[in-house]
């Protein structure tokens, strides 16, 4: 369960690299605003896997 972990955290922040250029690029509001959206949610499931992992390494301690 580890590994799946860090492969998401590692794919949710290589999305959030490559997509903030392209919100600074893009003049359309609602293709920012979905993008935004998006960013957002990753943003959170990143913190909430973030403290799973904090989590799962107390425990087995």
């Given at each position: 369960?580890?590994?799946?972990?860090?492969?998401?955290?590692?794919f949710?922040?290589?999305i959030?690299?490559?997509?903030?250029?392209?919100?600074?690029?893009?003049q359309?509001?609602?293709?920012?605003?979905?993008?935004?959206l998006?960013?957002g949610?990753?943003?959170?499931?990143?913190l909430?896997?973030?403290s799973?992992?904090?989590?799962?390494?107390?425990?087995?301690?």
């Amino acid at each position: 369960m580890t590994g799946s972990i860090f492969k998401t955290i590692r794919f949710l922040t290589l999305i959030n690299i490559f997509l903030l250029p392209f919100v600074i690029a893009v003049q359309s509001v609602i293709i920012r605003f979905v993008i935004g959206l998006f960013l957002g949610f990753s943003f959170i499931v990143l913190l909430s896997f973030s403290s799973k992992m904090r989590n799962l390494y107390e425990k087995n301690k």
